[in-house]
């Protein structure tokens, strides 16, 4: 058998007891206020004064007893209105939060475009209005981001398989395919496949990127950029592009494995959207609390006003301009994921001769990093 939750009871009715029993409390202390002085009086009289029950002057006052009475009847009818008064209170204090309740329900039933306006007065419950306002714009914004991505990943991995599916077809429908026909159409498939899977890798990357952190060692930026120039210079010698470095020591902690692909994506960028008399310029160094990469490409000409949607996935200004589509899109949003993984500042500027120059800031390595890193090696740790 399944425990039966307690029955629960609204905020309303919590507010609305507590308003009733303050304003019950303050009229009981007003009549015990007023009768317990009376009350004095009435003992202190003499025997032979006057009772209190008569007036100076003629008429006639109120006894002790009637005005106890008829503060224990004023005590009883003050129950009800309390409980009313309490009522309407709490109600009208609610009545933000209502309003937010409600459109909270429709907005996670699906209606992501809705929102609070939380008008006038501005106080605590507006002001929590506005920041979720703030928050489901927030959310709107990411999810139709998400959409958007899901669309393009699916276009993307799509195009190969159409491709490779029209290969094969087109091979095996050729009665007259010989052998050589046959090995360039399957050396065409193995080219759209490798391209598939690099593919599929980028999104992986991607998608650990955007999920954060999961270690933290302490690494030096120059040693990373090094090993990756190292493994593109003849890549870059190819396409005549000259590569410059110039690698002082930046030590910053973070993950090894996320900030290799950052800089292996950031220099992969600069080869391949260049011109092939073009440069790259690689720099590391440190300064004050921060250690900075910046890599500097020539090649066309950026408006400046495009340069961040470079960062978003599967954005290409002019994927025409070599003549094919070059690259997979996904180089620069994987820099920016990286980046805020780290919380990196990240800065992309368009350089007036064309080109690039991104500029990535991360925080150095703090004394208690560099202090495990040595209790590390120390332990014979790799």
Not at 227 to 233: F, K
Not at 261 to 279: E, K, M, T, W
Request: aromatic residues 4%; glycine residues 10%.
């Amino acid at each position: 058998m399944t425990a039966q939750r307690p029955a629960r009871r609204s905020l309303r009715t919590r507010l609305a007891l507590a308003y009733a029993a303050g304003i019950y409390a303050a009229g009981v202390f007003v009549l015990v206020l007023v009768d317990v002085p009376l009350a004095s009086v009435q003992s202190a009289k003499p025997k032979g004064d006057p009772s209190p029950s008569t007036v100076t002057g003629g008429g006639h006052g109120i006894g002790l007893p009637q005005l106890l009475t008829g503060s224990a009847v004023a005590l009883v009818v003050l129950i009800p209105v309390a409980l009313a008064l309490g009522w309407f209170v709490a109600g009208r204090f609610l009545r933000p939060l209502r309003a937010i309740t409600a459109t909270a329900q429709s907005i996670s039933a699906g209606d992501l475009h809705r929102r609070l306006g939380l008008g006038e007065p501005t106080d605590e419950l507006t002001e929590l209005g506005h920041t979720l306002d703030d928050l489901f714009a927030r959310l709107q914004a990411s999810f139709d981001a998400q959409r958007h991505f899901v669309a393009n990943a699916s276009h993307e991995l799509r195009t190969p398989l159409a491709g490779l599916r029209t290969l094969l077809e087109v091979a095996l429908a050729d009665p007259d395919a010989d052998a050589g026909t046959l090995r360039s159409a399957c050396r065409e498939a193995l080219a759209l496949g490798g391209h598939q899977e690099r593919l599929v890798t980028a999104l992986l990357v991607l998608a650990t990127s955007e999920r954060g952190v999961s270690r933290r060692e302490t690494l030096d930026l120059a040693q990373v950029a090094g090993g990756v120039l190292a493994s593109r210079r003849d890549r870059a010698a190819e396409r005549g592009i000259a590569v410059a470095e110039h690698l002082t020591p930046a030590v910053t902690a973070g993950d090894p494995g996320l900030i290799e692909s950052l800089v292996a994506n950031l220099i992969d960028n600069a080869i391949r959207h260049n011109r092939p008399d073009g440069h790259v310029e690689i720099t590391t160094r440190a300064s004050g609390a921060e250690v900075i990469l910046t890599v500097t490409n020539s090649g066309p000409v950026v408006p400046g006003d495009q340069v961040q949607r470079l960062f978003q996935p599967f954005r290409r200004l002019a994927p025409e301009r070599h003549g094919r589509r070059d690259g997979l899109g996904l180089g620069l949003a994987i820099v920016d994921a990286v980046a805020q993984a780290h919380h990196a500042a990240l800065t992309a500027g368009a350089r007036p001769e064309g080109g690039l120059s991104i500029t990535v800031r991360f925080a150095q390595a703090s004394p208690v990093d560099l202090v495990g890193v040595a209790s590390g090696a120390s332990r014979g740790n790799p």
